[in-house]
T-cell receptor
Framework: EAQVTQNPRYLITVTGKKLTVTCSQN?????MSWYRQDPGLGLRQIYY???????DKGDVPEGYKVSRKEKRNFPLILESPSPNQTSLYFCASSLRGRTGKQYFGPGTRLTVT | QQQVKQSPQSLIVQKGGIPIINCAYE??????FPWYQQFPGKGPALLIA?????SEKKEGRFTISFNKSAKQFSLHIMDSQPGDSATYFC?????????????FGEGTQLTVNP
């Protein structure tokens, strides 16, 4: 089954404790993105990747890091999480970049206390 | 700064009604306008998309209307059903952006009552 998986689905952590949210897709897509969803703000892109070792900042990259060492994986790293990073996070992949259908993962609900 | 403004924030209609969700944009370089549908606990899924060279696109009960001069586009749901209750996001992207850059609107929570 074609899908994007994210782990963990739920995470409660404390300020400053480094964490990684994993994302994996099995569709051989070149393009992958991370979004955060907040009430009243919609989905905002954090980082995106056009291929292995090629990443770029989205609209809200501060406080986040990403890496793309393999085509299928695109982890999101929070080196020192803060309460304003409490949010719902989605990973997405697509075959054709900006005009391609974005396949979203199920989401990761992160709470930083 | 929200480059794509979406309204209303929430919408309640009766079954069979025609909810309309509106989006406005400023960037004239935008040339691709998708709509995504999100059910509770799920990730968004592509519903329908339009390019600015057409004024309307239909897929089943879903229709996008596009007004290039006004820089607005809207989603109409014909004969709405309770199963259409979801959050809807409009989005836009343009040629000057690379990779998979998409700018989303704020979202509209639609409730269709039986």
């Amino acid at each position: 089954e074609a899908q994007v998986t994210q782990n963990p689905r739920y995470l409660i952590t404390v300020t400053g404790k480094k964490l990684t949210v994993t994302c994996s897709q099995n569709m051989n897509h070149e393009y992958m993105s991370w979004y955060r969803q907040d009430p009243g703000l919609g989905l905002r892109q954090i980082y995106y990747s056009m291929n292995v070792e090629v990443t770029d900042k989205g609209d809200v990259p501060e406080g986040y890091k990403v890496s793309r060492k393999e085509k299928r994986n695109f982890p999101l790293i929070l080196e020192s999480p803060s309460p304003n990073q409490t949010s719902l996070y989605f990973c997405a992949s697509s075959l054709r970049g900006r005009t391609g259908k974005q396949y979203f993962g199920p989401g990761t609900r992160l709470t930083v206390t | 700064q929200q480059q794509v403004k979406q309204s209303p924030q929430s919408l309640i209609v009766q079954k069979g009604g025609i909810p309309i969700i509106n989006c406005a944009y400023e960037n004239t370089a935008f040339d691709y306008f998708p709509w995504y549908q999100q059910f509770p606990g799920k990730g968004p899924a592509l519903l329908i998309a339009i390019r600015p060279d057409v004024s309307e696109k239909k897929e089943g009960r879903f229709t996008i209307s596009f007004n290039k001069s006004a820089k607005q586009f809207s989603l109409h749901i014909m004969d709405s059903q309770p199963g259409d209750s979801a959050t809807y996001f409009c989005a836009a992207s343009g040629k000057e952006t690379s990779g998979s850059r998409l700018t989303f609107g704020e979202g509209t929570q639609l409730t269709v009552n039986p």
